[in-house]
């Protein structure tokens, strides 16, 4: 059996952990473009303050991959032929394939604004990004941030560490709307002032100006110019569909998959930010742009393609992450409709959490350490915890594993209610009942 990955990240590195765990004579063939190949991706966040030396955010050692035993091969696939079951890079038909599997993760949708193609007008899709952000950012001082979404604040706080003063414009009144709640938004909001970030709401690019291909300010629709030499920017990301749209496999807004990560084709599989999977908690196919799911994702396309089947079964999307500042963790269905900063989603996000049906809110907690839950008919549909993070680990697991909160509703639901207590009680009554 001949297998062959596209893509170095980690549903791809999972997917080869996955085939040599039951296969360990097959041949397994990676492509991969990313000169640095495997990485951390939201540990580029992390890159970026300076909190993490580029050297850490590799996972994998080279005895690692020795003991994987694959070839790797860092080239571009620039075409799928399906028929011939062969992938080309530069014309050339170039490796067969047995089993294949698209693992090709998702790119940032870029600015269009005339100026756009200037120097210094940054997006943060990969290590390379990031070596050229922090090379822009020792000789500039002043930069607009435009977007929104978890990867914009990541900008606005790599840039600000590094000593760059930030115009941070939304295109709305508030941050990330459609998965906070104006609570969520001002406290993120106010921490950027306090770090000295200024906000501009209701304010959108018009174009950016510059001189000898530097940045020298943006133009504003409202006819606001503010002065700048860098421009970066995070408007959202769109799976990379490029190759299997051409070799005609069924796409949408990713690459549509089975519950065993196969697509139309199959001796074609396809995981991670690439692919499009149902969501039982929506009834929709939708796109994640989560570590986790990636991983979970390519484990399970590398287990179905040396022939053990193995459903994937996607849980509640959650991400630990930090907005300016604040560890804030994101569970299941927490918000609803369109943010005007954003096409799609972002780095780090789910379409998940954007689908939340008739819930009723309880919330507590008006500073740092804020809880909100959105509670359902018998379950918890979602929760964000902001701050102290003593009860994500077990919301996490009352709302993946769908338990029956009705003991509680009625207390969660009473006026003033201390939910934070209520479900924390109602946690150690529960495991100390099973145990
Ligand atoms: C800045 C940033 C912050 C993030 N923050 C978070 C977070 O807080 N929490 C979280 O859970 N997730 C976060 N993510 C998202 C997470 O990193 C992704 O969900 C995950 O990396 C997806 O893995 P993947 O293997 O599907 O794709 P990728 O990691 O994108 O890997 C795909 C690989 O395929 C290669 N490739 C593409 N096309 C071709 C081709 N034609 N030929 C050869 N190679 C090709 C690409 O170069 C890339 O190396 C973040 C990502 C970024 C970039």
């Not at 640095?36 to 580029?54: C, I, K, N, Q, V």
């Not at 840039?159 to 406290?187: A, P």
């Not at 692919?275 to 796109?287: E, I, M, N």
Request: a neutral charge.
């Amino acid at each position: 059996m001949k297998y062959v990955i596209v893509g170095s990240g980690v549903a791809g590195i999972a997917a080869i952990e996955a085939i040599r765990s039951v296969d360990d004579s097959g041949e397994v063939i990676l492509v991969g473009d990313d000169p640095h190949g495997y990485y951390s991706r939201p540990g580029l966040a992390y890159y970026l303050t300076g909190e993490l030396h580029d050297k850490a955010l590799f996972p994998r050692t080279g005895d690692d991959y020795r003991s994987m035993n694959f070839r790797y091969a860092k080239q571009n696939v620039t075409r799928l032929d399906r028929e011939k079951q062969v992938l080309e890079i530069n014309g050339q038909s170039v490796i067969s394939y047995d089993r294949l599997l698209l693992a090709v993760g998702a790119q940032a949708v870029t600015l269009k604004a005339p100026g756009a193609e200037l120097e210094g007008v940054l997006k943060l899709d990969h290590m390379e990004d990031a070596k050229t952000i922090l090379k822009f950012a020792r000789r500039r001082k002043t930069a607009v941030v435009v977007g929104g979404g978890i990867t914009a604040l990541e900008l606005v706080e790599g840039l600000v560490s590094r000593g760059v003063r930030v115009h941070y414009l939304l295109r709305g009144d508030r941050y990330w709307s459609n998965v906070l709640d104006e609570q969520e938004s001002k406290i993120v909001e106010h921490r950027l002032q306090d770090e000295g970030v200024k906000i501009h709401y209701h304010a959108e690019i018009l174009e950016v100006n510059g001189k000898n291909n530097r940045v020298q300010s943006v133009l504003l629709k409202d006819g606001t110019s503010l002065k700048c030499d860098l421009v970066a920017y995070a408007i959202g990301i769109r799976p990379r569909i490029e190759l299997a749209k051409q070799a005609g496999l069924e796409i949408d807004r990713g690459v549509l998959v089975n519950e065993y990560m196969q697509t139309n084709d199959p001796h074609v599989y396809a995981a991670g930010d690439v692919a499009q999977v149902y969501d039982p908690s929506t009834g929709k196919a939708v796109l994640d742009s989560l570590w986790g799911p990636a991983r979970q994702q390519g484990f399970s396309a590398g287990l179905n393609m040396a022939g053990r089947q193995t459903a994937y079964k996607k849980s509640a999307p959650f991400n630990v992450t930090r907005l300016a500042g604040l560890t804030t963790t994101i569970i299941g269905m927490v918000g609803k409709g369109r943010d005007q900063d954003m096409v799609g989603i972002a780095r780090g996000d789910s379409e998940t959490w954007r689908h939340l049906p008739e819930a009723i809110v309880a919330q507590t907690g008006f500073e740092v350490n804020r809880l909100r839950v959105l509670v359902g008919e018998r379950t918890l549909l979602g929760a964000i915890v902001m701050g102290d993070q003593k009860l994500s680990f077990p919301l996490e697991k009352i709302i993946s594993e769908n338990v029956d909160i009705s003991p509680i509703r009625e207390r969660l639901l009473a006026p003033n209610a201390r939910i934070a207590d209520v479900i924390a009680e109602f946690w150690t009554n529960k495991n100390s009942v099973q145990v």
